[in-house]
């Protein structure tokens, strides 16, 4: 497929600033709601944030290396673009919605395209209740903390906890705990992609707990839901051969 109408988004990173200047001039520049395809600059943090932010919008996202690890990127060349844009390959991946109850009442509703964490915040390890789907699965996990991911996520914040990496159309979430003390060496579940997990708080006046999603932050939170957001579509584009799909495999065999 052929994009006419590029934009270019970069982070404050000098490398992605000086990247960002080199194909405007090659390639021209429009803004985002005008776009048949956004180009992102940096690295896997700079992608999540572009993605969340054009959600709504139509263009897929071809992410360039500027950062680091860049899991999600394509590597950087200014040459070629056109061509590499054309030829690449799709993948399709949905968000999860997290609903966290805080203890002074208040509610907070984020999107995670990796996962949503439960972190212990104080000095005492946290006390998680867990539910799927209604049924309790877990009647006391005394640990760090815990997350639920997808497979796109699967090989952040989930793999350093030593979790499983997902292929990219399983339709399974990874669920992992961090430091389980116990049940002693318990290493998570896989759940169905359509599963609505509940993590509940015990003694949280003690042991304090936060939730994240994919950077938002809720603090001391009682309980935590969390689901798929079907509705809600990220096209991301990569170059052939280098898909998500061989990057999940190659990274299993590092």
Same mark, same amino acid.
């Given at each position: 497929m052929q994009y006419k109408k590029i934009c270019f988004l970069a982070s404050q990173v000098e490398t992605a600033q000086e990247a960002r200047a080199v194909l405007v001039m090659r390639y021209g520049d429009v803004p985002p709601v005008q776009a048949d395809l956004i180009v992102a600059l940096g690295g896997d943090g700079f992608m999540l944030s572009v993605l969340h932010q054009t959600q709504g919008l139509r263009a897929p996202v071809y992410g360039m290396n500027r950062g680091t690890v860049g899991f999600l990127m394509n590597t950087f060349a200014p040459e070629g673009l056109t061509d590499r844009l054309a030829e690449a390959e799709e993948a399709v991946i949905h968000p999860l919605r997290m609903r966290a109850h805080c203890v002074d009442g208040t509610e907070i509703e984020a999107l995670a395209i990796n996962e949503v964490s439960l972190l212990r915040h104080g000095p005492q390890a946290a006390k998680l209740r867990i539910l799927v789907d209604g049924k309790e699965r877990? !009647? *006391?996990?005394?640990?760090?903390?815990?997350?639920?991911?997808?497979?796109?996520?699967?090989?952040?914040?989930?793999y350093s906890a030593h979790g499983p990496i997902l292929p990219i159309d399983a339709?399974?979430?990874?669920l992992t705990a961090m430091a389980a003390f116990r049940p002693r060496r318990w290493r998570g579940a896989l759940l169905p992609m359509k599963a609505k997990v509940r993590f509940e708080v015990l003694e949280m006046e003690k042991r304090p707990v936060q939730a994240v999603a994919?950077?938002?932050?809720?603090?001391?939170?009682?309980?935590?839901?969390?689901?798929?957001? !079907? *509705?809600?579509?990220?096209?991301?584009?990569?170059?052939?051969g280098h898909g998500l799909e061989e990057r999940l495999i190659r990274e299993q065999f590092v």
């Open positions: 877990l !009647p *006391e996990l005394v640990c760090d903390g815990a997350l639920l991911a997808t497979p796109a996520g699967s090989t952040a914040y989930n339709q399974i979430l990874a994919d950077g938002n932050e809720a603090r001391e939170v009682e309980w935590v839901e969390i689901a798929i957001a !079907p *509705e809600i579509t990220h096209r991301l584009l990569f170059d052939p």
